[in-house]
């Protein structure tokens, strides 16, 4: 199933069932063109397509909130459609995309979890990093799902675009909550302290909109990211 929905210059693409295992893609509406965030797996990859190009603006950028497949399986097939797009992923992950999973100075000692593409042909062209900007949106480094997780900041709404910091099937989670309808994403999840700390930075930038990687967004989202925060500061995953 393919549904689409919008907030104003954001258009949330989600692949899957709306009352349950979904995975989201999103297109955000600038002067000249779009910026896709993200691009589920190569079978949605036409229906994506599809939708582009019914809101009628070529996609000029490409970001990656992280790595795992189920957000970038797509990228080969959007490049290809949309050969002039810059295509951007945070430094940090890039090294894991690429198959070096060393931790770095400062990082817990736990090992990356998740699935990753086995190979990608698309190179990267901007590799981002905390504090940049992208058009009309701010890079925030959200670490826990996995160590280069970006989060992505509308400057003109505050919608934010938490990638997989943040999941709300089953209730609004903190990547490594545990939520029986979708046990994969806890599962995935790196570093559960980081996930902690990078929800609550999150959630100091008072967002008006979450949208997150899976399942449906919220809108005036503060008191569901304040439950999920606790309920995960108090649980032992």
């Given at each position: 199933m393919f549904v689409v929905y919008r907030y104003g210059s954001i258009y949330q693409m989600m692949i899957g069932n709306p009352d349950g295992l979904s995975v989201?893609?999103?297109?955000?509406?600038?002067h000249d063109g779009l910026t896709l965030i993200d691009t589920a797996i190569p079978p949605a990859s036409g229906a994506i397509l599809q939708e582009v190009n019914q809101i009628g603006l070529p996609v000029i950028r490409i970001i990656l909130t992280h790595g795992h497949h189920d957000h970038t399986g797509g990228l080969d097939l959007m490049k290809e459609a949309?050969?002039?797009a810059i295509v951007c992923i945070s430094r940090r992950e890039s090294r894991i995309v690429q198959g070096d999973l060393s931790?770095?100075?400062g990082e817990e000692d736990m090992p990356v979890q998740g699935i990753y593409p086995e190979r990608m042909r698309t190179p990267f062209d901007l590799l981002l990093e905390d504090g940049d900007r992208i058009g009309s949106l701010l890079v925030i480094a959200v670490p826990g799902h996995t160590p280069g997780s970006i989060a992505l900041l509308d400057e003109r709404t505050r919608t934010l675009i938490a990638g997989d910091a943040f999941q709300s099937i089953g209730g609004l989670a903190v990547a490594g909550q545990f939520r029986p309808a979708i046990p994969m994403h806890a599962k995935g999840t790196w570093s559960?302290?980081?996930?902690?700390?990078?929800?609550?930075?999150?959630r100091t930038l008072a967002p008006s909109l979450l949208c997150v990687g899976h399942g449906p967004s919220l809108a005036d989202p503060g008191d569901a990211m304040d439950q999920a925060i606790a309920e995960a500061g108090g649980s032992q995953i």
């Open positions: 989201n893609v999103f297109a955000v509406q600038e949309f050969p002039e931790l770095e100075d559960n302290a980081a996930s902690l700390t990078s929800a609550r930075t999150i």
